[in-house]
């Protein structure tokens, strides 16, 4: 499952939000996240750099046909707030550059580069190409 807030948000907005968009995708979506909680489990969460760019990322989502939910704070004028994206590659690929939420210099594929080539590497091939493999292994068991 992927989630996707603003950085532009205080960490606390933040958490807030990625919540309300997790509990709000379990309810329009109940099958899909069924199947997800009994095959993955795994969460990733990111951060669009600005409201512009989370609404970017939901329209592109929107457009491959994926299964996503969208987030207005009223508080914040009704603004876009979070989005949840559905598990699956193509979820992925749309989310793979962004920075991992409140950890605005590293991304989720940097991190996994870093850890495979920390163990392994070059032992048993290009640490970019395994730790590509076990990225989206990870992120879509």
């Known amino acids: 499952m992927?989630?996707?807030t603003r950085a532009d948000l205080s960490p606390g907005n933040q958490l807030a939000q990625t919540s309300h968009a997790s509990f709000e995708f379990a309810v329009a979506w109940p099958t899909i996240t069924q199947d997800w909680c009994h095959r993955s489990n795994y969460l990733v969460c990111v951060a669009a750099r600005d409201e512009l760019s989370l609404a970017e990322l939901a329209t592109r989502a929107t457009r491959e046909g994926l299964?996503?939910?969208i987030v207005r704070e009223p508080d914040l004028g009704n603004e876009i707030t979070a989005i949840v994206l559905e598990p699956g590659r193509a979820s992925a690929r749309l989310v793979a550059q962004?920075?991992?939420?409140l950890r605005p210099d590293k991304t989720l594929r940097h991190r996994v580069r870093k850890a495979v080539t920390n163990h392994i590497g070059n032992t048993f091939g290009s640490g970019d190409?395994?730790?590509d493999d076990v990225y989206w292994e990870v992120t879509n068991a």
């Open 98 to 101: 962004l920075p991992l939420a």
């Open 129 to 131: 190409e395994i730790a």
């Open 67 to 69: 299964a996503i939910t």
């Open 2 to 4: 992927y989630i996707a």
